[in-house]
């Protein structure tokens, strides 16, 4: 439990019990290991910012639960050990706050995640959630009262959510016509501390700590391409594939958006499911091609796939044709 001047960032973790009869996919397999790691962390009653605490669970994190990830897992709970180690110095107001969204943030997918690997609630999650609360508990609500409250009041995860999510796309005829790469300014250093956009997913996907030498030079990384399920520790095997295409961005509205817009898209670091680094051989099959063209080659990424394209369709406000709607319709009906 996180106390920062009266607000409460609570964590919980739920011990998974068997899964004996399940069937996964490799993935899924690593997924499931990771989830089982996170159960395992004894956690500190109190976690307070900037004080030891934060360090401990972030290295808790890498140690337990990061090594047996996929890349997509592994990326979130990398980020979150990094926020975490992050707040593990004095932090300003306007920080903690930041801090306390972001950890938020990451804790949910990763237990979203965990989730869709076993029957909730006999699964390993951690739960965070921030509220203004009263130093200590109400003497009339115990320490379970208070878990069970929080659990319940967690957002719902079941599949008809998603294909809802896929319902509220905006469907339209695709614009093919005037596409230009060079329309999209992409591998910017954004924030100038030498990495572009490129080497930054690459940074935080690498599965081990990477060094980070002269001009953004990588080595000691390893890289997972959730694509096809191959395994890397040459960062130059992998290329960093946009979710949505440039192409089928352009084609699906962004040839109405201004310069900047495209450039911001073509980096966009913000959303974790626009940018992904996978085998340079999957990413040239898949090509500018739409769920109703091509899927990875890892049938069990199709579910993650179909959803990470739907959201990313969803926050740039780009639309689907009936062909990409309906191949992403039926895919997420059957996960």
Request: aromatic content about 8%.
């Amino acid at each position: 439990m996180m106390r920062t001047r009266g607000r409460r960032l609570s964590l919980l973790l739920v011990l998974p019990l068997a899964l004996g009869g399940c069937s996964f996919f490799s993935q899924d397999l690593r997924d499931t290991e990771a989830c089982q790691g996170v159960a395992t962390i004894s956690a500190p009653d109190s976690l307070e910012l900037g004080g030891a605490e934060p360090l401990f669970l972030a290295q808790e994190l890498r140690t337990k639960a990061l090594p047996p990830a996929s890349a997509r897992l592994g990326r979130d709970i990398n980020s979150l050990a990094r926020e975490l180690e992050n707040t593990s110095a004095p932090v300003n107001d306007g920080r903690e706050s930041a801090a306390v969204l972001e950890i938020t943030s990451l804790s949910q997918r990763i237990s979203l995640r965990c989730q869709e690997l076993a029957f909730a609630p006999n699964i390993a999650q951690i739960t965070f959630a921030t509220e203004s609360v009263p130093e200590t508990l109400p003497p009339s609500e115990s320490q379970s009262e208070s878990q069970e409250r929080e659990s319940d009041e967690s957002a719902p995860t079941d599949d008809a959510q998603f294909v809802g999510n896929a319902a509220s796309l905006r469907i339209e005829a695709e614009r093919p016509d005037g596409y230009n790469r060079d329309l999209f300014n992409h591998w910017i250093d954004a924030d100038g501390n030498g990495c572009d956009t490129r080497r930054e997913v690459l940074i935080e996907e690498s599965r081990v700590p990477v060094t980070v030498g002269a001009g953004c030079s990588l080595q000691g990384g390893e890289w997972f391409s959730a694509y096809d399920g191959a395994t890397t520790t040459n960062p130059s095997d992998f290329d960093v594939d946009h979710m949505v295409p440039l192409k089928e961005a352009w084609d699906s509205g962004a040839y109405e958006w201004s310069a900047d817009r495209r450039q911001d898209f073509a980096n966009d670091l913000s959303n974790r499911n626009s940018l992904i680094a996978v085998t340079a051989g999957s990413n040239r099959s898949k090509g500018a091609d739409d769920p109703a063209e091509w899927l990875p080659p890892n049938a069990g990424y199709h579910c993650s796939y179909l959803n990470d394209w739907v959201a990313v369709k969803l926050f740039w406000d780009l639309s689907v044709d009936n062909f990409e709607f309906e191949a992403i319709r039926t895919g997420l009906a059957n996960c």
